[in-house]
């Protein structure tokens, strides 16, 4: 059983900066994709960027340019790095692991972590 745990999230004012960790257990992070998802008050769950073993990434359009997904695969954790946030980006954040192809979401989610966004 893979455990995610996030960590990082808060209350900041528009245009300001947060990042995101989550620590993952287990021997095969280095194996999974990781990804971090969204979902904000009555609204559907969406997936927000990815980062294979390799180090690519991927990003929904609507955070292309002010977030950042990053991995330590020796820490066994993934980051997410937000920048000049938005009160749209006011949501739980969700980390992601899976062996998932192409843009979706992993098998293993965590608990999540608030994010809010002051205007």
């Known amino acids: 059983q893979v455990q995610l745990v996030e960590s990082g999230g808060g209350l900041v004012q528009a245009g300001g900066s947060l990042r995101l960790s989550c620590a993952a257990s287990?021997?095969?992070?280095?194996?999974?994709?990781m990804a971090w998802s969204r979902q904000a008050s009555g609204k559907q769950r969406e997936l927000v960027a990815t980062?294979?073993?390799?180090?690519?990434?991927n990003y929904t359009d609507s955070v292309k340019g002010r977030f950042t997904i990053s991995r330590d695969n020796a820490k066994n954790t993934v980051y997410l790095q937000m920048n000049s946030l938005k009160p749209e980006d006011t949501a739980v954040y969700y980390c992601?692991?899976?062996?998932?192809?192409?843009w979706g979401p992993g098998a293993y989610w965590g608990q999540g972590t608030q994010v809010t966004v002051s205007s």
């Open positions: 287990g021997s095969i992070f280095r194996l999974f994709v």
């Open positions: 992601n692991a899976g062996f998932q192809t192409g």
């Open positions: 980062i294979t073993r390799g180090g690519s990434t």
